[in-house]
């Protein structure tokens, strides 16, 4: 297997990162957080979450309505303008219109041959990079227009966000899967504060016992409102918050995400922070998402995509989702 040389770039930012001072890293943070505001965020962003939220009181037949618009768009531009379609349904003839006679596009496939799958309308260098490492460990990189982004944080913020009394703008923090600090290190910090984004990001590498109590002193020290992250990490800050007896992290909600959230860490995790969790599926692709309401049940995102199960009516099977942002 190859290595990109962006791969290579990128490994080699991050080293040239880990050695900076404490400091020096909160300020290259921000300043990253600084371009991603920029491209999530526009100064429409209420107008789109009024929107977004105007929607959920829709009934079945307005959503039916608003999808087959989207949809049908997407698909006449697909055809028409991405040359990897093109090409097939110029060899297939008809019936590109209707979403069932679409091959199922898989990542092998895009990962192969990514640039016969960008319509020949954009320009590449005004999309927007992303990278997924993927839920079966195949990566992937993504480029989007900024519209698209946009869109996507707009519902995030609706949905991730606003059900659950917080919004943009409030401190929050982030346990993720980058590495702040070199692995050997001991001594905190392994966090980052990104003034730009509001957003102290804590490194999940870190998070051993004999270090939750630094990673609790750093929430309470930075006033966050809310926390987001893998629900393994999660409730390894919640036990170590109940060992201590530490009363004094409280927050308005715990947003978990990646992975499945068990029913011990959802307990433990509410008990430790004083308020409700809250599980959510998402994917870098941007074509399909849910939230969890008051009730404990995950709603997909209608506006984001066109979701199906590749199996027998009731039964498991492959999620496929065409994204409509």
């Given amino acids: 297997m190859t290595t990109s040389p962006q791969s290579v770039a990128l490994n080699l930012a991050g080293a040239a990162y880990r050695r900076l001072p404490p400091r020096a890293r ?29 929607r959920e009181h ?34 297939a003839g008809g019936g590109w219109d209707r979403l069932e006679n679409w091959p199922v596009l898989e990542k092998a496939e895009l990962r192969r ?13 005004r999309l927007v990079h992303d990278h997924t490492s993927g839920t079966t460990g195949a990566s992937l990189d993504l480029w989007l227009q900024r519209e698209t982004v946009r869109s996507w944080y707009a519902l995030a913020e609706a949905r991730w966000r606003r059900w659950y009394g917080v919004r943009h703008g409030d ?17 905190p910090p392994f966090w980052v504060w990104n003034a730009a984004l509001r957003q102290l990001y804590m490194s999940s590498y870190h998070l051993a016992p004999d270090l939750v109590d630094a990673y609790l002193d750093a929430i309470v020290a930075k006033r966050l409102r809310f926390l987001v992250g893998y629900p393994s990490s999660l409730h390894a800050l919640a036990l170590g918050a109940i060992r201590s007896g530490r009363s004094d992290v409280r927050l308005e909600v ?62 498991p099977g492959d999620l496929i989702a065409t994204g409509l942002t």
């Fill in 26 to 54: 909160s300020v290259a943070a921000t300043v990253r957080g600084a371009q991603l505001r920029r491209q999530r965020y526009g100064a429409d962003l209420e107008q789109r979450v009024e929107q977004i939220l105007e």
């Fill in 58 to 91: 829709w009934r079945p037949e307005q959503w039916q309505r608003w999808q087959d618009a989207r949809l049908g768009e997407l698909l006449e531009r697909a055809r028409h303008r991405v040359p990897a379609y093109r090409g097939y349904w110029d060899r």
């Fill in 113 to 125: 041959d990514a640039r016969n799958y960008l319509a020949d309308d954009v320009t590449p260098w």
């Fill in 171 to 187: 401190r929050w923090g982030m346990v993720g899967g980058q590495l702040v600090a070199p692995v050997e290190r001991r001594v």
């Fill in 254 to 315: 715990v947003i978990a995400n990646a992975e499945p959230l068990y029913e011990h860490q959802r307990t433990a995790i509410s008990e430790a922070f004083g308020c409700p969790v809250r599980e959510t599926y998402g994917m870098a692709e941007a074509v399909a998402a849910a939230s969890e309401c008051e009730q404990g049940r995950l709603h997909l995102w209608p506006d984001a995509g066109v979701a199906e199960v590749d199996g027998p009516d009731g039964e």
